[in-house]
Structures are given as C-alpha cells and as structure tokens.
C-alpha cells in the first residue's frame, strides 16, 4: 500500500481551483472534490463515502464506489 502511496503522489499535482460548486449539502467539504474533478478534468471519482458522493454521476463525471472501479478494472 505504502508504495502505492508514493506512485500517486509523485504524479500528483496540487493546484487551486476555480470553479465553485455546491451540490453536496449533507457535507460541504465533499464539493471540493467535485470542484477538483471538473477542474482537472477528471474522467471519473472513485469514492467510498457513506453519505456523500453517492455513485451516480456529477455532470459528466461518473462517480463510482471503490468495489465497482475494482469490478471496472477486472480486480475482486
């Protein structure tokens, strides 16, 4: 786990967003990721949180639980 840690941080970026939404009312904090996801691009969330970012989608951002994106990836 740790070394996969250390992958994604060295690709990630970090960055500041300009785009602001509001969508998520039951935890407010859960809008940055979405603010992330459209700024960057982002072609999917992957997220395991209980009650925010249900699976659905946020505009055209699918948003997947961790078990589907195994399942997507062909991994158990």
Excluded: W
Excluded at 1 to 20: F, K
Excluded at 32 to 38: D, H, N
């Amino acid at each position: 786990m740790q070394e996969r840690l250390r992958v994604i941080a060295q690709a990630a970026e970090v960055g500041r967003t300009r785009t602001v939404v509001d969508a998520v009312t039951t935890d407010p904090s859960d809008n940055r990721i979405l603010e992330c996801a459209v700024d960057g691009q982002a072609d999917l969330i992957v997220s395991n949180g209980h009650h925010q970012l249900e699976p659905g989608r946020y505009g055209k951002i699918p948003i997947l639980t961790g078990p589907d994106f195994r399942r997507t990836l062909g991994l158990r």
